[in-house]
């Protein structure tokens, strides 16, 4: 498996990392659990190293099954997890909204500590910034955890450049957590440009598009009312239709170097910085594997310049997010 640091850090994965959500989370049914320790089990087999997690996804029972997989590995995968929603320490229920306050943060870390089974959370990242509390609070308490020895490396998710500056500045900032893929190219205006400039690593969810570069989703596709793609506009029967050309510019490539669309996809991404490290979420072994074939892909810089000058000529149809999410981003 190769490796990739995450900028200045020094904090060596897997160049392709595993998103665990949806092992116990936006799904119905939800998987067996045996069945996905099992599955982490496997992935660990294969070389991955680094792997995803939030306090949200579940609630709370995401890191429980991520803790309990891994702890044969401790010392040996990079665990991410994240804070920042307001929920109910005890039952997990929504309190709404968003909760960066530094006790609150640290009241997290704690019981994150607890359900992931560490004694040092690897990677803690604000899951949305918070508008009420100053950024600077919040890296100023998870570097009180940092020093503490129950946190080894600050991250932000979703969040803007600016932000990004402003937290630097007080904790190093080793990895920034957003949307990026072929389809969804936002973060390549100033999210990497401030990466690359401040040395943090870049960390792609849903690289596939929450499975729609895999090119099994169509307009006839149907999801669970629990899945959150039934509340995307992205995903409406209409935008699948409509945004079929990425597909097939992703199927032409993969043709002529033997790859499927979801490899070419990723290793796309893998391309673009040699600090970007990919998170697809997938539960089934033939699935990871696929995934895993993306790092034996080589995109010449031909083919960059061609899927380039392609993507540049597809408006994708639908927004990312509804506007409720949408005001939780970029900020």
Sequence with gaps: MQKRKLGNSNLEVSALGLGCMRMSHDESPIP????????????????????????????????????????PFRGKVVIATKFGFNLDPNTGADLGGLNSRPEHIKQVAEASLKRLKVEAIDL??????DPDVPIEDVAGAVKDL??????????????????????????????????????WREVEAEVLPTCE????????????????????VDENTTFASADIRSRL????????????????LLARIGEQKGSTPAQIALAWL?????WIVPIPGSRKLERLDENIGALAVELKPDDLREIKSAISKI?????RYPENLKRQTGR
């Design 32 to 71: 067996d659990k045996q069945e996905m320790i099992s599955f982490l089990h496997s992935a660990v087999e294969r070389g991955i190293t680094f792997f995803d997690t939030a306090e949200v996804y579940g609630p709370f029972t995401n890191e429980e099954l991520v803790g309990e997989a891994l702890t």
């Design 124 to 129: 803690f990242y604000q899951h949305r910034v």
């Design 146 to 183: 940092i020093q503490a020895g129950k946190v080894k490396h600050f991250g932000l998710s979703e969040a803007g450049a600016q932000t990004i500056r402003r937290a630097h500045a007080v904790q190093p900032v080793t990895a920034v957590q957003s949307e990026y893929s072929l389809w």
């Design 197 to 216: 400039e401040l040395g943090i690593g870049f960390v792609p969810f849903s690289p596939l598009g929450r499975g729609y570069l895999t090119g099994k």
């Design 233 to 248: 506009p992205r995903f409406t029967p209409e935008a699948r239709k409509a945004n079929r050309v990425v597909i097939d």
């Design 270 to 274: 893998l391309a673009q910085k040699p």
């Design 315 to 319: 408006t994708v149809q639908g927004d």
